[in-house]
Structures are given as structure tokens and as C-alpha cells.
């Protein structure tokens, strides 16, 4: 079954305790993005990644950094979370355009 | 600063009606257009997509792009309380950052 797997899907931190969020697809997308989505916001692009080694800023990146070591994982990685990082994170991937995406289940993360 | 624009709703309307949804968008260098559907505590689904001036039919689903006016709407026919959820409108020029619209609740009701 094709699919975008995060980890984990819920998580409740406290403030500069690093952590990271995992997303893996299996459809050997070349295209990856991170978002996150706040009420009356809708959804921003924290980071994407064209291919392996190659990422790239998106609208709303401090705070935040990302990896493409493999085709298929794109960790995002919250050095120093605080609480204004509280948000639900979505993976995403693509092998079209950067708007065909296709969505993980989404990451529910508090920083207290 | 590239904006999509939604009316966040809730736009109400009775089964088997059409639903009409509207975004504009404010970078005339978008050049493709993205309607995505996200149920209530679920991620977002890509429903349509359009590229070009005009309509773009799939199922009860039809997408239609006016660049001159920079308006994209969505209108669901036959619309169904399972089309209750938020329609987020999306944008994409010559960039890998698509622009969404913070979305506009449907509620179909019975």
C-alpha cells in the first residue's frame, strides 16, 4: 500500500528537549516537504527536499532542521523545541508537481 | 508575500445541491491550482488539480480556473453529507513552496 508513515503521531514535550519526527514513504517519491498547520493559518511549509542531499527552506523554517540521507526518510528534527512549535506537523511526497502531494496521518506535537 | 484567499465558511448546504467554493490568489505567477479535502483530524486529500483557463471535470467534481481574474473555485454537484469536510486551496508558480488557502468548511446537510 502506497503511504507517508510519521512517527510518532502524538507527542507531549517540554521546552529545548530535542526531538525528532520521522516520515518515511515507500513510493520512491524523489519530492518531500514538511507542513504545518495551526488554526485560522492553514498549512505552511516548514522544509522540502528535491532529492537525497538536497533540501531547501520553506515559508516558516526557524527552529527546525531536516535530513535526506535516503530517498524514502525525511526526519524533521526540533533542536530546541519551545511552545509556539506546538502545531500538527504533516509529511508529504510527491513525484509531480510540489502541489500533487500526498499526505502522511500527521504528527500532533505540545511543547509545554 | 503570495496569498490564497478562502472565506473560512462554515458554507452550509442542503444534499444533493451544488457547493460552491471560492479562492482567489494574489501571485500572477502561480500557474497551477490544487483543491485538497481534509475530514476532520485526518490529512489532506488531493481532490483536483488544474493547470489551464476553463473547467476541469472529474465525477461530481468540477475545477474552474479563471487567471485574468485570478479566482479558482471548486463546485461539487449531487454534493453529499460525506463532502462535510474543509477545502483547502492551493497555488504553485515557478517555486517548490505551494501556497495554501486556509479552507473553507462544507457542511452538507441531510
Known amino acids: 500500500e502506497a503511504q507517508v508513515t510519521q512517527n510518532p503521531r502524538y507527542l507531549i514535550t517540554v521546552t529545548g528537549k530535542k526531538l525528532t519526527v520521522t516520515c518515511s514513504q515507500n513510493?520512491?517519491?524523489?519530492?518531500m516537504s514538511w507542513y504545518r498547520q495551526d488554526p485560522g493559518l492553514g498549512l505552511r511549509q516548514i522544509y522540502y527536499?528535491?532529492?537525497?542531499?538536497?533540501?531547501d527552506k520553506g515559508d516558516v523554517p526557524e527552529g527546525y532542521k531536516v535530513s535526506r540521507k535516503e530517498k524514502r526518510n525525511f526526519p524533521l528534527i526540533l533542536e530546541s523545541p519551545s511552545p509556539n512549535q506546538t502545531s500538527l506537523y504533516f509529511c508529504?511526497?510527491?513525484?509531480?508537481?510540489?502541489?500533487?502531494?500526498?499526505f502522511g496521518e500527521g504528527s500532533r506535537l505540545t511543547v509545554l | 508575500q503570495k496569498e490564497v484567499e478562502q472565506n473560512s465558511g462554515p458554507l452550509s448546504v442542503p444534499e444533493g445541491a451544488i457547493a460552491s467554493l471560492n479562492c482567489t490568489y494574489s501571485?500572477?505567477?502561480?500557474?497551477?491550482f490544487f483543491w485538497y479535502r481534509q475530514y476532520s483530524g485526518k490529512s489532506p486529500e488531493l481532490i483536483m488539480f488544474?493547470?489551464?483557463?476553463g473547467d476541469k471535470e472529474d465525477g461530481r467534481f468540477t475545477a474552474q480556473l479563471n487567471k485574468a481574474s485570478q479566482y479558482v473555485s471548486l463546485l461539487i454537484r449531487d454534493s453529499q453529507p460525506s463532502d462535510s469536510a474543509t477545502y483547502l486551496c492551493?497555488?504553485?508558480?515557478?517555486?517548490?513552496?505551494?501556497?495554501f488557502g486556509r479552507g473553507t468548511s462544507l457542511i452538507v446537510h441531510p
Open positions: 492551493a497555488a504553485s508558480g515557478g517555486s517548490y513552496i505551494p501556497t
Open positions: 508529504a511526497s510527491t513525484s509531480g508537481g510540489p502541489g500533487e502531494l500526498f
Open positions: 527536499s528535491m532529492n537525497v542531499e538536497v533540501t
Open positions: 513510493m520512491n517519491h524523489e519530492y
Open positions: 488544474i493547470y489551464s483557463n
Open positions: 501571485d500572477r505567477g502561480s500557474q497551477s
